[in-house]
């Protein structure tokens, strides 16, 4: 009888540990296979973004006085200017041709086989190719003045390291590995061996580097014939360490219960049949993975106290489980947020006759701040606003007021403000009442300047600051509603005007700025941010942003919102 209580008993313990082990360790895999699945789920989006920011920039390029005017001139003229333009693009290579796809200039190495005349017909062409062991994004523009077809602009940017670690940024730090046919285009966060084993495995795991890589597959979004696919990598041995961790403390204490077991075995032998036959269901029962299930307390006074110590153990599990998952939710869709926040603003400006200074610094909670500017011919589009809350929804939500708005000005470079307000309006509220589901709205004003020095605006946020060369600070109330609430503003929306002289700075800004607030919750306000950028207007339009952002970091305890700062010094002659 002692034999067969103490193998019952070691069967009792054995068999726990086992199910935690085995419940613990595929818990580990299956939370690691969805933080890997929701990576894999953002490819496309943030892909996609990346591709229509850089088709964005070609098309704005396209459209420059200064690319027009140079079609006109010789081919060696074109030749010189065509590396400066890649540089401006940051583009791996550049070709500039006439209307029949013959190239007038190029830069930077030769360009994948792409139908240029086909391209120029259909105004644009946005496709991938592969040669010589390389991948590219390849972006033909066609070059128009007035009527007249010039030629195209052909732009290429390689898909390597630099992209992928990139991507790999705004998905998280995920390492990655970018390839087709088992062969690594590109990578991030990856040793070599690690990164040329991950692109030939065609399974869901791989080892490599003294590790095993669990594996989550995304295509490469708009690739046409190529098959690029990108594959988002994970260490599976460290995602299990905490749970393998616990199994060795588990079997541990189940070491010392079953010693503990052997010297009780001769009591409690006959009284221990049927409370251990229910533990060992119990057992089975947190096998199948149903953590929310609880051991009966019942038997003597030691196997009540095992029973709660399962049940314990068991919400312990269940509870950590689900703060994990929790956990990795809220942080990858912060990370996902913030960088969809900061990927849409303009990397530079350049505008005829406007100086121009702009900086944006986020909460520590994921906003949403929208500024940009559009160069267009005779001036600029000027957008600035806020999005209403915060996290993941409100970032996306700035992206498709970006997207619309630069869509809006590319369709009607010369439309009135107010009319660009009421079509960007219809767009949001479309999306976001009829398809997301999301009743959101935002503050936003749409400014188009042009080159004589005139401002027109239309739409609601904060008064326009202009601080005159001549001496003095103006306040200017944009007038209009937010958008995004109703479906139609266009009664409600009217044009303002002023003036700017040269010398005359503009000033926009957050509600953050002028909301910042000190430790007895006054505001910092107008006056005081008028002040601010009054003081430093005449050491450019940077000096008017650091200004300002100085005064808000002075005067508030804490930061609660996003914090936009955007300043623009008209020079008549330049």
């Known amino acids: 009888?002692?034999?067969?209580?103490?193998?019952?008993?070691?069967?009792?313990?054995?068999?726990?540990?086992?199910?935690?082990?085995?419940?613990?360790?595929?818990?580990?895999?299956?939370?690691?296979?969805?933080v890997l699945g929701r990576a894999a789920a953002s490819v496309d989006p943030v892909v996609s973004a990346m591709r229509a920011?850089?088709?964005?920039?070609?098309?704005?390029?396209?459209?420059?006085?200064?690319?027009?005017?140079?079609?006109?001139?010789?081919?060696?003229?074109?030749?010189?200017?065509?590396?400066?333009?890649?540089?401006?693009?940051?583009?791996?290579?550049?070709?500039?041709?006439?209307?029949?796809?013959?190239?007038?200039?190029?830069?930077?190495?030769?360009?994948?086989?792409?139908?240029?005349?086909?391209?120029?017909?259909?105004?644009?062409?946005?496709?991938?190719?592969?040669?010589?062991?390389?991948?590219?994004?390849?972006?033909?523009?066609?070059?128009?003045q007035g009527e007249q077809v010039l030629g195209a602009l052909v732009v290429s940017h390689a898909i390597d390291d630099d992209v992928a670690t990139q991507l790999s940024k705004m998905l998280g730090d995920r390492p990655l590995v970018v390839r087709m046919n088992g062969r690594a285009f590109a990578s991030a966060g990856l040793a070599p061996e690690v990164r040329d084993a991950i692109a030939g495995s065609t399974g869901d795991e791989t080892k490599a580097g003294g590790s095993t890589w669990r594996l989550s597959r995304a295509p490469w979004p708009g690739q046409g014939a190529a098959q690029l696919e990108v594959v988002i990598a994970a260490d599976l041995d460290a995602a299990l360490a905490p749970a393998r961790k616990l199994s060795t403390l588990l079997y541990i204490v189940g070491g010392v219960s079953l010693a503990a077991a052997l010297i009780l075995a001769l009591v409690l032998g006959a009284a221990l049949s049927r409370p251990v036959e229910r533990l060992v269901g119990f057992t089975e029962t947190i096998a199948a993975g149903k953590l929310d299930a609880r051991a009966e307390v019942r038997g003597v006074r030691e196997l009540r106290a095992l029973a709660g110590a399962m049940n314990r153990m068991a919400g312990e599990l269940?509870?950590?489980?689900?703060?994990?998952?929790?956990?990795?939710?809220?942080?990858?869709?912060?990370a996902i947020a913030s960088r969809i926040q900061t990927s849409i603003l303009p990397r530079r400006f350049d505008v005829a006759r406007l100086e121009i200074a702009a900086t944006m610094e986020p909460a520590s909670e994921v906003g949403g701040d929208y500024y940009d500017v559009i160069a267009v011919p005779g001036g600029a589009w000027i957008g600035i606003g806020d999005v209403a809350g915060h996290g993941l929804d409100a970032g996306l939500y700035a992206l498709m007021a970006q997207?619309?708005?630069?869509?809006?000005?590319?369709?009607?470079?010369?439309?009135?403000?107010?009319?660009?307000?009421?079509?960007?309006?219809?767009?949001?509220?479309?999306?976001?009442?009829?398809?997301?589901?999301?009743?959101?709205?935002?503050?936003?004003?749409?400014?188009?300047?042009?080159?004589?020095?005139?401002?027109?605006?239309?739409?609601?946020?904060?008064?326009?600051?202009?601080?005159?060369?001549?001496?003095?600070?103006?306040?200017?109330?944009?007038?209009?509603?937010?958008?995004?609430?109703?479906?139609?503003?266009?009664?409600?929306?009217?044009?303002?005007?002023?003036?700017?002289?040269?010398?005359d700075t503009l000033v926009l800004y957050s509600d953050g700025a002028v909301e910042a607030q000190d430790e007895k919750g006054e505001q910092l306000g107008i006056e005081r941010l008028s002040r601010a950028?009054?003081?430093?207007?005449?050491?450019?339009?940077?000096?008017?942003?650091?200004?300002?952002?100085?005064?808000?970091?002075?005067?508030?305890?804490?930061?609660?919102?996003?914090?936009?700062?955007v300043a623009l010094r008209y020079r008549r002659g330049s």
């Open 1 to 34: 009888m002692l034999v067969g209580v103490v193998a019952l008993v070691a069967l009792i313990v054995g068999s726990l540990l086992f199910a935690i082990h085995r419940t613990v360790d595929q818990g580990a895999r299956d939370a690691l296979d969805r």
């Open 53 to 144: 920011r850089a088709a964005t920039e070609a098309r704005v390029t396209a459209i420059q006085p200064r690319l027009l005017a140079l079609m006109a001139t010789d081919a060696a003229t074109i030749q010189d200017q065509a590396d400066d333009f890649r540089r401006t693009l940051d583009a791996s290579s550049l070709q500039i041709t006439d209307p029949t796809g013959a190239v007038l200039g190029r830069a930077g190495d030769a360009l994948g086989a792409i139908d240029v005349k086909r391209a120029i017909e259909d105004g644009a062409s946005d496709t991938i190719v592969t040669s010589n062991g390389h991948a590219f994004t390849i972006h033909v523009e066609r070059l128009v």
């Open 318 to 334: 269940e509870a950590g489980r689900k703060t994990l998952a929790e956990k990795v939710r809220l942080e990858d869709e912060m």
């Open 403 to 503: 997207t619309a708005i630069a869509a809006a000005v590319d369709a009607r470079p010369d439309g009135a403000p107010r009319e660009l307000v009421a079509a960007v309006n219809r767009i949001l509220f479309a999306n976001a009442w009829g398809r997301l589901g999301d009743p959101r709205h935002m503050t936003l004003t749409l400014v188009r300047f042009h080159d004589d020095g005139r401002v027109i605006f239309a739409g609601a946020h904060m008064d326009l600051v202009v601080v005159r060369a001549a001496g003095g600070v103006e306040t200017i109330a944009t007038p209009g509603t937010w958008v995004g609430l109703i479906d139609d503003v266009a009664a409600v929306t009217v044009d303002g005007l002023l003036s700017l002289q040269d010398g």
């Open 533 to 565: 950028a009054g003081a430093a207007a005449g050491e450019g339009p940077q000096a008017v942003v650091a200004g300002v952002m100085k005064a808000v970091a002075t005067h508030r305890s804490t930061q609660d919102d996003d914090v936009t700062v």
